[in-house]
C-alpha cells in the first residue's frame, strides 16, 4: 500500500522536481492560445501537453541536450544520422530552439487503462508546433528510410502531403505536414482528421462538452496540462492492499498541470467524481501516508509539507508550491552530493 501511494505522491513530486530544479526564471511568454488544441479530433479520450518553448528554458533539458548530442556521435548500428549536426543541418531542425510545443491525444483505450503490453496499439495522433523545411524533411525520409527495411508511401490528401510508413509487422503510422507551422504524426486515419480540422472541417477537442471545461481551466502557456476521461472499466471500486478501497464509481475526469513562476513550481491534479464520501475517504488515507512518510527525512517532510490533499463534493484534488531553493536539495540528495535518500555512485 505504502510503495503504491508513495510512488503516486512523494516519489512523483522528487523526481519531477529532479528534472525540472535549476531551471532558467525568465521563461518565454505564454502563448494567447493553444493552437495545437484546435486540431485534436473531438472523440479524443485525453490530451497530453508540453509548452517546449519554455521547457527549453530549463537547465535540465539543455544538459539532456547535449548529452543526447554526445550520444549522437557514438558509433551504433543502423544509425540514421552521423551526429547531431548532421541531424540538424539535414532535417533543419535544431531542438531547443526549433519546437514550440507537443500535444499528444489518445482515442479509445488512453494511457491510464491499456495494457502496456499493447502501448504500441494505442490510438493517437501527436501534434507539433514547430519552424520546419518540408523538402528537407521528405529528402531525409526518402533518402534515410527507404534503405531500412522501412516501406514508404507518399500521397496527398486535401492538398497536405501525408507520408505513410510501416516497418515490419508494425501497424502503418503516417506523418503529415498540416500546415507551415504544425506536423501530425499518428495514425492515417487520425492524421486526416486533424487536416480536416486545420481546414476548418468537424469538430476539435475544444467542442467536447466533457472536457471542454477543464481544457479552458489549464492556464494558457503552463509548462505541462493533461486532461483524461476516465474509462468505463475503471469506474468501479478498486481494492488496494486489502486495507481500503477506492470507489471510483463516479470517476468523471482526471486533469492537472505543472508550472513554474517566478522560484516557485506549482501544480494542481484532479480527480473528478461526484463522490463526497468516496473522495473523503481516499484523501484521508493519502494523507496518513504521506504524514508518515514524512519522517524519511528533513527534506522529503518539507516537500509533504508543500503538498496540499483534499476532497470535496465533487473531486478529489492535490495541489503543490515547492521552491526552487527545496526543489534544488531535493535533485543534490537524489544525485547523492548529499548524505540522505539516495547514495553516491560506485567510483
Known amino acids: 500500500m505504502k510503495k503504491l501511494f508513495v510512488s503516486l505522491t512523494v516519489v512523483f513530486f522528487a523526481l519531477f522536481l529532479l528534472l525540472v530544479s535549476g531551471c532558467d526564471n525568465t521563461p518565454g511568454a505564454p502563448k494567447e492560445e493553444l493552437v495545437l488544441l484546435k486540431l485534436v479530433p473531438g472523440e479524443a479520450a485525453g490530451i497530453f501537453c508540453v509548452n517546449v518553448e519554455r521547457a527549453a528554458a530549463l537547465e535540465i533539458t539543455k544538459d539532456w541536450l547535449d548529452s543526447y548530442k554526445k550520444d549522437m556521435e557514438k558509433p551504433k548500428e543502423d544509425k540514421l544520422f552521423e551526429n547531431y549536426r548532421d541531424f540538424a543541418d539535414n532535417t533543419g531542425i535544431e531542438l531547443g530552439r526549433d519546437i514550440r510545443a507537443v500535444s499528444a491525444a489518445f482515442f479509445g483505450k488512453t494511457p491510464i487503462a491499456v495494457d502496456m503490453k499493447a502501448a504500441k496499439d494505442i490510438d493517437m495522433v501527436v501534434l507539433f508546433d514547430l519552424d520546419y523545411d518540408k523538402n528537407k524533411i521528405l529528402t531525409v525520409l526518402k533518402e534515410k528510410l527507404l534503405g531500412k527495411k522501412i516501406e514508404y508511401k507518399e500521397e496527398t490528401y486535401k492538398d497536405a502531403v501525408v507520408l505513410k510508413i510501416k516497418e515490419g509487422e508494425n501497424k502503418e503510422a503516417a506523418l503529415s505536414f498540416v500546415n507551415d507551422k504544425t506536423i501530425a ?163
Open 185 to 347: 504524426l499518428g495514425k492515417p486515419g487520425r492524421v486526416k482528421q486533424v487536416i480536416d480540422l486545420s481546414l476548418g472541417e468537424g469538430g476539435s477537442i475544444l467542442d467536447q462538452a466533457k472536457i471542454k471545461p477543464f481544457l479552458e481551466s489549464a492556464e494558457i502557456g503552463s509548462l505541462i496540462s493533461f486532461a483524461f476521461i476516465i474509462p468505463e472499466e475503471l469506474k468501479k471500486v478498486h481494492d488496494v492492499a486489502r486495507m481500503f478501497s477506492a470507489d471510483l464509481t463516479k470517476a468523471e475526469i482526471v486533469f492537472g498541470l505543472a508550472d513554474h513562476r517566478g522560484s516557485t513550481w506549482l501544480g494542481e491534479f484532479q480527480l473528478v467524481s461526484p463522490n463526497a464520501e468516496g473522495n473523503a475517504q481516499i484523501a484521508s488515507v493519502l494523507n496518513t501516508l504521506l504524514s508518515a512518510a514524512a519522517l524519511a527525512s528533513p527534506e522529503v517532510g518539507e516537500l509533504i509539507g508543500a503538498i496540499n490533499i483534499s476532497s470535496s463534493a465533487d473531486a478529489l484534488k492535490l495541489t503543490f508550491s515547492v521552491s526552487d531553493e527545496l526543489a534544488k536539495k531535493l535533485q543534490e540528495k537524489a544525485l547523492g552530493k548529499k548524505p540522505g535518500l539516495v547514495p553516491p555512485p560506485e567510483k
